[in-house]
């Protein structure tokens, strides 16, 4: 027997089994932070970040989500925009625009953000490779990288402050990285079903998307 490749594929083997717990333990990690609570609310700032770091782009609102799949997201700025999913559609208002476009829940709600804010772990095993890159003095940062070439994004860090998500930074298959910083974070707070609830305004032109 060639003991030097015997060697190497002992270290080899070691290395993988390794690789392979400490996936393991990233996403037992991750779905219980991102599991233990069944609404989540925030205020947002989201901004587009240069080459060197510097912020561009912003955009500001709120949210509330509901799981499984129930949210209401307001953007307040540059532009007012409210988006709803009652789990069975997804609506769409842009006042300024006078119009509401609709579209089946089913599958819109499958976009990475969508399905970390969702705490659906399993789902995102199985796009991405989940690694805890750091941990220590109540801040924790998770990094995903996509499995296959079929990506929206080449990364995704999430950083969590006192076991809360806290900003998401994603940077998509074009280099372009965008931030999004949570503030005035609500858990368990019950939201009124209500509020998922989306009917359109009169007089506004409504767009039914069949999301095909």
């Not at 393991?24 to 700032?45: I, M, P």
């Not at 080459?51 to 799981?67: C, M, N, P, T």
């Not at 625009?97 to 579209?103: D, G, H, M, S």
């Amino acid at each position: 027997m060639n003991m030097s490749h015997y060697f190497k594929g002992a270290v080899f083997g070691a290395l993988f089994s390794i690789s392979t717990a400490l996936h393991a333990a990233a996403v037992d990690r991750l779905s219980e932070l991102l599991t233990r609570h069944q609404s989540f609310g925030a205020e947002f700032e989201q901004y587009t970040l240069s080459e060197e770091g510097g912020r561009q782009e912003h955009s500001s609102g709120e949210f509330v989500l509901a799981r499984p799949d129930r949210f209401d997201w307001l953007t307040h700025t540059p532009f007012e925009q409210r988006i709803v999913s009652d789990g069975e559609y997804i609506w769409i208002y842009d006042p300024d625009l006078e119009q509401v476009t609709r579209k089946p829940a089913s599958g819109q709600t499958e976009s990475a953000p969508a399905l970390i804010l969702n705490g659906k772990i399993d789902a995102l095993s199985e796009r991405f490779d989940i690694r805890q890159i750091e941990q220590g003095n109540d801040r924790e940062v998770f990094e995903l990288l996509p499995l296959t070439a079929q990506r929206s994004f080449e990364r995704i860090r999430l950083l969590f402050k006192d076991e809360v998500l806290s900003e998401l930074l994603l940077e998509d298959s074009l280099g372009q990285r965008t931030s999004i910083l949570l503030n005035a974070i609500e858990l368990d707070a019950d939201p009124d079903p209500e509020r998922f609830e989306f009917t359109p305004p009169e007089g506004v032109d409504l767009i039914l998307d069949p999301g095909v």
